[in-house]
């Protein structure tokens, strides 16, 4: 035992002695243990260290023991790095996911990523990635899923045939193109190639498949390779995220290395990275969280591991050209919508409801979803099948997704913006019509409407002079004024509305908003925000920035506030 603490000088001893006496003490009162105060500053033998009783604790049969541990190791910084390093050699996966789940932990618990074999060149971790594809099952399921296998397995080939000097062609979701290219782009194949493998990792027995043909340890390859792109780093930690609802697979992800990753990535000040990570550890730590966060379903708060109780859940559903982060980001320079959609998404603004609503009511969970929309259907992600874009489609396929995160379990709140407005209508009678989801109606205790188009809009009254409407999707049909589906949705809502007494805020733009290059039009009007039950507030703002308040003090942010803090009130107060 005196090798551990050589070279250690007196003080440094005193301290680690004064940590590993506060522990026993705090376990004592806590556990009611028996506490010896007679620990000398020397008596290495029998307490070694604050370290590595912790790390000792942290394998305790004891949940409650292993939890106040694995919080005490990532919240005390006076190790060495020499400890670091042998902790990181004890650390059981258990503790790892349990650290890596803990706010500013130190990045020294983790062992780096295990070597991996290099490739030759580039094309040959390309032809590796279409290896994996081909792998995989390819008919009988998902139309969608065979639609983009076969689109990166097509990008791919034409790649090969461009670096023997052919043509390479582009296709997907715009119109095909080709080029001649003396270097081929190969982060756009991958790109192509990751979109694929996140469908696939939808599916429970192609997780199995990925796992089986090695392709955790081909996308650490991957992931360490292209640290200049942060769409491709992000889609393989969507994977992950998605493979990690399987319990069968943790010890894989973790002995790929994903661990360490995911820990970074988890202080990274990217708002869609970090979350990204967050959802795939909380689907890692069956420690301490219950629910699972499927394919699309994003917990904001808490992404940490906390001792704070959560009394209620706000859920965030976007519309139109919208998404789980960009939607909810502060107001910012006006932009048409078309331009949104080509924006670069590691230049949104901050996500309000992670930072401002997280920091004022600490003990909500905070969950954002999202899901593909689109203005047309020559833009559509997966053209195969277009049922998928109805909203009765969409409240089926959410509506499960939320139910195994938990949401039911707690007094609810909904945010909505747009045709998410009409998505959380839909789902709420859906639920209402189902055993096994009912507890979602009996616990919402209030709904927030961004600029809901209740009584439809008029985007698609102008497919003439607006490009991307030319060929206007399910979405923008079923906006229609005379839609009589939505007629039905609205009456129907209404009613059962007014039967549950849900309290209901409704905020509606006033400013036009630009479609395209030409044009500028009330998206939503007035008259068609109001639901009937409510309150109705005109904002002087356009239909994108409805739902991003300018900053805290903003009225439409103290406004939002307000309603959580009166509709929450007794769950607040308990």
């Known amino acids: ?22 522990i026993l003490e705090t376990n004592a009162k806590i556990f009611r243990w028996p506490f010896q105060d007679s620990v000398s500053p020397f008596d290495a033998e029998e307490y070694e260290s604050a370290l590595w009783l912790l790390l000792k604790r942290s394998q305790s049969e004891d949940k409650t023991v292993r939890w106040q541990a694995v919080k005490d190791l990532a919240s005390n910084h006076f190790w060495r790095d020499y400890q670091y390093r042998a902790a990181a050699q004890a650390i059981d996966q258990r ?21 991996l074999p290099k490739s030759k060149d580039m094309c040959s971790l390309e032809e590796e990635l279409r290896l994996l594809l081909a792998a995989l099952p390819q ?22 045939a461009a670096q023997k000097g052919g043509l390479w062609c ?13 270097a081929v782009p190969a982060d756009t194949v991958e790109l192509f190639c990751l979109q694929a493998l996140v469908q696939h990792s939808k599916i429970p027995t192609h997780c199995d498949k990925i796992e089986s043909h090695g392709g955790l340890q081909l996308l650490q390859k991957l992931y360490q390779l292209r640290k200049d792109s942060a769409k491709i780093q992000r889609s393989i930690i969507h994977i992950i995220g998605n493979m990690a609802l399987d319990e069968r697979l943790h010890s894989s992800i973790c002995h790929a290395g994903w661990v360490s990753v995911l820990a970074e990535v988890m202080k990274s000040q990217r708002i869609m990275d970090s979350s990204h990570a967050a959802r795939a550890l909380a689907n890692l730590d069956r420690e301490t969280v219950h629910e699972k966060y499927p394919d699309g379903v994003y917990l904001l708060h808490p992404q940490c591991r906390s001792s704070q109780p959560i009394k209620a859940d706000v859920l965030f559903v976007h519309g139109l050209l919208g998404a789980a982060f960009k ?84 007094p609810l709140i909904w945010m909505s913006h747009s045709m998410g407005g009409l998505l ?34 008029r985007l698609a009254e102008y497919s003439v002079n607006v490009r991307f409407l030319l060929f206007p999707s399910v979405e923008v049909k079923e906006l229609s004024k005379d839609s009589p589906a939505l007629k039905a949705l609205n009456d129907d809502f209404l009613s059962f509305a007014k039967d549950k007494k849900f309290p209901v805020l409704s905020f509606a733009e006033t400013l036009p908003t630009r479609v395209g290059r030409m044009l500028s039009l009330h998206v939503v009007p007035m008259e068609s925000a109001d639901l009937g039950i409510g309150e109705l507030i005109p904002v002087e703002v356009s239909h994108l920035n409805i739902c991003k308040p300018k900053n805290k003090d903003s009225f439409l942010y103290q406004h939002t506030l307000k309603f959580i803090q009166e509709t929450l009130a007794r769950q607040l107060r308990s």
């Open 139 to 160: 008919t009988g399921f998902d139309p969608c899923v065979q639609y983009f296998t076969s689109l990166a397995l097509r990008e791919n080939s034409q790649t090969i």
């Open 170 to 182: 582009f296709g997907g979701n715009g119109l095909p193109y080709c080029e001649s290219l003396s």
């Open 1 to 22: 035992m005196c090798i551990v603490f050589i070279g250690i000088t007196y003080q440094v001893r005193k301290e680690l002695h004064r940590a590993a006496r506060k």
């Open 327 to 410: 939607t909810w980001r502060q107001q910012d320079i006006e932009q048409s919508a078309d331009e949104k959609e080509l924006d670069v998404e590691d230049e949104y603004s901050e996500c309000w409801p992670k930072t401002w609503l997280a920091s004022d009511f600490p003990m909500l969970r905070i969950i954002s979803v999202e899901y593909d929309t689109h203005l047309s259907d020559w833009k559509a992600k997966c053209p195969v099948e277009s049922y998928r874009e109805s909203i009765a489609y969409r409240s089926s396929e959410l509506l499960r997704k939320l139910r195994a995160a938990g949401i039911g379990d707690r």
């Open 424 to 457: 959380v209508k839909k789902m709420l009678l859906d639920a209402s019509k189902d055993p096994e989801m009912d507890s979602i109606v009996n616990n919402t205790q209030g709904i927030v409407f961004y600029s809901v188009p209740h009584h439809g809009s």
């Open 95 to 115: 503790t790892a996911i349990g650290l890596a789940r803990c706010k500013d932990v130190d990045l020294r618990f983790f062992l780096p990523p295990p070597p």
